[in-house]
């Protein structure tokens, strides 16, 4: 039992099973035979990016990702401190769960003159071995002067721009960009080991979208092969294109969402028929379980009123907890087995949940179905549950957003719990 008063002190916990994160890496492994990456961004969706990064790499991870360089620094010094190994440096595109590479894709604009002075986060970066991408001219000077600070070469994805309109080199740029790059190249500031993109509508096969980024890539590998630069790690697809466009897996597939057991789209197919198991299951005690009058209102603005005498439940999770307020009186929460949504506005610490008709169909009084501090889902994995529980999917549909949004906006006031994957059978 934990002793740490502050965490026996929470009312709401974030479960993470790692041994179901380690399951979804294995299934979407057996879907190629490139190498895969997986993405841990934005604490890998919600999830930790300690836990999940390390369980990852015990899963055959070779790429470990994130957006941010800031992140990337976290991630370095968590595998450090883990003790796991860094990779070779120079150019080879091998790479190995023992040794992972380490990308991140997202860094601060800086001049060549501020990249290289001596408390630089581009130095930074080359002195904790991660690979970087450049869209820009600026980018390829700015890791240039870094690197030559620095004292070995940077290792440098392009990224080109197939129809997402969002990073990457344009094709009226992409001429100048990688010539950029090759002049830095060949005065050994650098390095581009790799030529990247991402997709846009992956999750949507029949839209034909992806055939179109394909061409465009494959153009853009053309175009950088004749300018000098012969990249050997090719990559462009996401969980979409890992689950939906075999021909765009290349060299490296990029797995974010599906590590998490979620479907990039549901509609597409559900993450139970992809085989996935949902990792992240948020829960919290039932604080306060109190009966109202017909006809009392809800929470503020009174927006929600009990059509007849009501057994209600106080939650102690909000919008500063990362429920989106947008889940007003429609959340579906579980609680002693039975389904209680959200009823009245998602204040910023609670929501209420209704549990139902305080008296019977003659009037008899009914005992609240739930009792203070019994257990309530908010959304998790019914295939592990005793009772059904909502979704990651279910919330997005009652919200308007996405599964990718209900997780990994969850806040960091709710302690996430991992149960370790050693040992588990699946
Ligand atoms: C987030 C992200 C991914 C992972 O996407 P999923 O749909 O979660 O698999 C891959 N590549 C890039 C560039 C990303 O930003």
């Known amino acids: 039992m934990s002793t740490d008063p502050a965490l026996a002190a929470t009312t709401s916990r974030a479960v993470i099973d790692l041994g179901a994160i380690a399951h979804n890496a294995r299934v979407l492994a057996q879907r190629t035979t490139a190498p895969w990456m997986a993405v841990v961004k934005a604490d890998a969706y919600g999830h930790g990016l300690a836990q999940v990064a390390t369980t990852c790499l015990g899963a055959g991870a070779s790429w470990l990702g994130v957006a941010q360089l800031a992140e990337a620094l976290s991630l370095?010094?968590?595998?450090?401190?883990?003790?796991i190994a860094r990779p070779e440096p120079g150019p080879e595109a091998a790479a190995d769960p023992r040794a992972p590479r380490l990308m991140t894709w997202i860094a601060p604009v800086l001049s060549a003159e501020r990249a290289q002075a001596p408390d630089s986060p581009l130095r930074a970066a080359l002195a904790a071995d991660l690979d970087l991408s450049a869209s820009t001219v600026g980018q390829a000077r700015a890791i240039a002067a870094a690197a030559r600070a620095h004292g070995a070469p940077a290792r440098v994805h392009?990224?080109?721009?197939?129809?997402?309109?969002?990073?990457?080199?344009?094709?009226?740029?992409?001429?100048?960009?990688?010539?950029?790059?090759?002049?830095?190249?060949?005065d050994g500031a650098l390095c581009v080991v790799g030529l990247w993109s991402h997709?846009?509508?992956a999750d949507e096969p029949e839209s034909g979208s992806t055939r179109d980024h394909l061409e465009r890539f494959h153009a853009a590998a053309e175009q950088v092969e004749r300018s000098g630069l012969r990249p050997t790690v090719r990559h462009l697809?996401?969980?979409?294109?890992?689950?939906?466009?075999?021909?765009?897996?290349?060299?490296?597939?990029r797995a974010g969402i599906g590590l998490y057991g979620l479907s990039p789209n549901p509609a597409t197919a559900t993450s139970q028929e992809l085989g996935?198991?949902?990792?992240?299951?948020?829960q919290a005690e039932l604080i306060q379980v109190k009966r109202l009058?017909?006809?009392?209102?809800?929470?503020?603005?009174?927006?929600?009123?009990?059509?007849?005498?009501?057994?209600?439940?106080?939650?102690?999770?909000?919008?500063?907890?990362?429920?989106?307020?947008?889940?007003?009186?429609?959340?579906?929460?579980?609680?002693?087995g039975i389904w209680a949504p959200i009823v009245g506005r998602v204040c910023m610490d609670q929501v209420v949940i209704d549990l139902g008709p305080a008296r019977d169909a003659d009037g008899v009084?009914?005992?609240?179905?739930?009792?203070?501090?019994?257990?309530?889902?908010?959304?998790g994995d019914p295939a592990q549950a005793p009772h059904p529980v909502p979704t990651a999917d279910d919330w997005a549909r009652a919200c308007g957003t996405i599964n990718y949004e209900i997780v990994t906006r969850l806040g960091a006031r709710v302690p996430r719990r991992h149960i370790p994957a050693d040992g588990r059978v699946d």
């Open 293 to 336: 009058h017909a006809g009392q209102a809800v929470s503020y603005g009174g927006t929600w009123s009990a059509p007849e005498e009501r057994w209600v439940g106080l939650v102690p999770l909000g919008y500063a907890d990362g429920l989106p307020r947008s889940a007003s009186s429609c959340g579906p929460v579980s609680v002693a």
């Open 365 to 379: 009084a009914r005992p609240a179905p739930a009792v203070e501090g019994q257990t309530a889902v908010l959304w």
């Open 276 to 282: 996935l198991r949902p990792a992240m299951t948020l």
């Open 237 to 253: 697809a996401a969980t979409g294109g890992l689950l939906w466009h075999p021909e765009t897996h290349l060299d490296l597939v």
């Open 199 to 201: 997709l846009s509508r």
């Open 76 to 83: 370095r010094a968590a595998l450090d401190a883990a003790g």
């Open 158 to 186: 392009l990224k080109v721009d197939t129809g997402m309109s969002r990073g990457g080199a344009t094709a009226e740029e992409l001429a100048e960009v990688a010539g950029a790059l090759r002049a830095a190249e060949q």
